[in-house]
């Protein structure tokens, strides 16, 4: 089976949407290592739980951006992955590390890129009066948040939304969406080519599929 890895920092809903879809023969592959970068975050167990090696690799440890990103690609390719899946993890990656694994890398953000790139898009989202919010997964390049997106998922914003119940409203949506994109990519369906990501060889449009 085709193999994949999961970087997380924190709670792990979505790679707990990964282990489920597994779970049920709809993932494609199989997630063979979880790795954070914080010691105390939920996913681990969640990862455990799943019978998942699970690896700890605390960034404080490292003196720099590059060393840190060294030594996770070693643990990564350790793991000899397919594809490499950003679920929740709150660090920048360098150059290095993208370029090692481009075209691997996929990434959820919480919001309709390229709308609300960056941290707290709930409270933004809210702050302009936007209509509508979502989730994006896209491939990651070494623009922050501003890779090649694959798939999207909207919804409206109503008057009595606040971030809590946003944040609860996009992380369900993500939760329907990355499982099928991992399932794209490891099926050979997604890419990443010169023009951008193409889903069964022709181009996708700015904003994924919808
Ligand atoms: C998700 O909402 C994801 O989109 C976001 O962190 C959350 C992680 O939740 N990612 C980013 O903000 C990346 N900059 P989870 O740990 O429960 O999957």
Redesign the pocket.
């Known amino acids: 089976p085709r193999r994949v890895v999961v970087l ?1 920092s ?6 707990q949407a990964l282990i489920d879809a597994q779970s049920h023969g709809e993932l494609g592959g199989e997630i063979v290592a979880v790795i954070s970068n914080q010691p105390n975050a939920y ?1 681990l167990k969640r990862a455990r739980d799943a019978g998942i090696d699970a690896v700890v690799l605390p960034h404080r440890e490292y003196e720099s951006r590059e060393a840190f990103d060294g030594a996770l690609i070693k643990v990564i390719e350790r793991h000899e992955p397919d594809l490499i899946v950003l ?2 993890f ?1 660090r920048i990656l360098s150059p290095i590390f993208v370029q090692r694994f481009y075209g691997r890398l996929l ?4 919001s309709l890129l390229p709308a609300y790139q960056g ?1 707290d898009t709930h409270a933004r989202v809210l702050a302009d009066g936007a209509k509508e919010h979502g ?1 994006s997964v896209h491939f990651v390049t070494e623009e922050l948040d501003g890779g090649p997106v694959v798939i999207q998922a909207a919804l409206e914003i109503t008057e009595d939304d606040s971030v809590e119940t946003l944040k609860n409203k ?2 369900s949506r ?1 939760h329907l969406i990355y499982p099928i994109a991992v399932k794209w990519f490891l099926e050979g369906r997604l890419r990443l080519g010169a023009e951008g990501a193409t889903f069964d060889g022709v181009p996708l449009p700015p904003q994924g599929m919808r």
Not at 10 to 15: A, E, F, K, T, V
Not at 107 to 110: F, G, K, Y
């Open positions: 997380i924190g709670n792990g809903s979505n790679l996913g679920a929740g709150m990434n959820i953000h919480p941290l989730a996009v992380h993500e």
